[in-house]
Nanobody, 124 residues
Framework: QVQLVESGGGSVQPGDSLPLSCATSGLNLDYSVIGWFRQAPGKEREGVSCVSSTDDKTYYQNSVKGRFTISRDKAKKTVSLQMNSLEPEDTAIYYC?????????????????WGQGTQVTVSS
């Protein structure tokens, strides 16, 4: 059974950094695509970043390019999202998701497995 558990969320000030982690179990990171999504109050869920083990591709939403970095540690079975220069617009619940087919995509409907989410609040 695949399980994804996010951690690392919290409340920070604009300009701060925050690392998120997605701990996986029952998932083979060598053959999966892991995505990070976020959902702000009153808004639809949107893709933030993803990494594909099948073709080593990554994706970043335009608004986070140069600020966020996705990485995976196969030994620890975790996928991390390092978030720097955080802005109030980054406030949302952040989810990690996984799928065993295809490549990186921001289409949430493709992903089969989801974590419970972790809250990130950026406010002065």
């Amino acid at each position: 059974q695949v399980q994804l558990v996010e951690s690392g969320g919290g409340s920070v000030q604009p300009g701060d950094s925050l690392p998120l982690s997605c701990a996986t179990s029952g998932l083979n990171l060598d053959y999966s695509v892991i995505g990070w999504f976020r959902q702000a109050p009153g808004k639809e869920r949107e893709g933030v970043s993803c990494v594909s083990s099948t073709d080593d591709k990554t994706y970043y939403q335009n608004s986070v390019k140069g600020r966020f970095t996705i990485s995976r540690d196969k030994a620890k079975k975790t996928v991390s999202l390092q978030m720097n220069s955080l802005e109030p617009e980054d406030t949302a619940i952040y989810y990690c998701a996984a799928v065993y087919r295809g490549s990186c995509t921001s289409d949430s409907s493709v992903y089969d497995y989801w974590g419970q989410g972790t809250q990130v609040t950026v406010s002065s």
